[in-house]
């Protein structure tokens, strides 16, 4: 595809279940970002993925949140043992490397509720 | 790291006027700064960006400024159109040039 995928859209899942949310980038993008997007809010960083470069983790929130990367392809974030508070948009976003910054482009996100 | 902060969180012009929309930066080595909008229910995408080797770029109504010595960028808007409303993010690329620092956004509501 030419854009950002996401999958699924939709997650509802129950307190204390594990979730796997996926991302495909664009073809060729070796950075790959994942935010948080509660209701009504902004951006919250996640991680970071840049080639074959460690990730920068900084933005997970806790150790129930690991995400991978295999190679410059797809990308899942892990949820374990959701928590209510973890009710939130997912957004994953890949850009270019250019050394000089370029737009990242987001994907639709994976809105996840967990009841 | 770098830090972003955005002001307003939220603005109501009426159609026709001018909308602005401020940010600063933390990071001397932050070289990209782009803007996105986000209408309701969508995701984000770019609608103008600026490097720091330019202090002003424009695109139609849209347009944004530079000032690397402060450390703040914003984004103009002239004759607002409704469909103009949605979250405006701004954001920085950090000291590394990709990663990406955004703002908590503004909402821009655009009265008929």
């Known amino acids: 595809g030419a854009g950002v995928s996401q999958s699924p859209s939709n997650k509802v899942t129950e307190k204390g279940k594990d979730v796997e949310l996926r991302c495909d980038p664009i073809?060729?993008?070796?950075?790959l970002y994942w935010y948080r997007q509660r209701l009504g809010q902004g951006l919250e960083f996640l991680i970071y993925?840049?080639?074959?470069?460690?990730?920068?983790k900084s933005g997970l929130p806790s150790d129930r949140f690991s995400a991978e990367r295999t190679g410059e392809s797809v990308s899942t974030l892990t949820i374990q043992r959701t928590q209510q508070e973890d009710s939130a948009v997912y957004l994953c976003?890949?850009?270019?490397?250019?050394?000089?910054?370029?737009?990242?482009?987001f994907g639709q996100g994976t809105r996840l509720t967990v009841v | 790291g770098e830090n972003v902060e955005q002001h307003p969180s939220t603005l109501s012009v009426q159609e026709g006027d001018s909308a602005v929309i401020k940010c600063t930066y933390s990071?001397?080595?932050?070289?990209?700064f782009p803007w996105y909008k986000q209408e309701l229910g969508k995701r984000p995408q770019l609608i103008i960006d600026?490097?720091?080797?330019?202090g002003e770029k424009k695109d139609q109504r849209i347009a944004v400024t530079l000032n690397k010595t402060a450390k703040h960028f914003s984004l103009h808007i002239t004759e607002t159109q409704p469909e103009d409303s949605a979250v405006y993010f701004c954001?920085?690329?950090?000291?590394?040039?990709?990663?990406?620092?955004f703002g908590t956004g503004t909402s821009l509501t655009v009265i008929p």
């Open positions: 976003a890949s850009s270019f490397t250019g050394g000089t910054g370029t737009e990242a482009f």
């Open positions: 073809s060729g993008h070796t950075a």
């Open positions: 993925f840049q080639g074959n470069s460690a990730p920068d």
């Open positions: 990071d001397s080595a932050s070289n990209y």
């Open positions: 600026i490097r720091s080797n330019v």
């Open positions: 954001a920085a690329s950090g000291p590394t040039g990709n990663q990406f620092y």
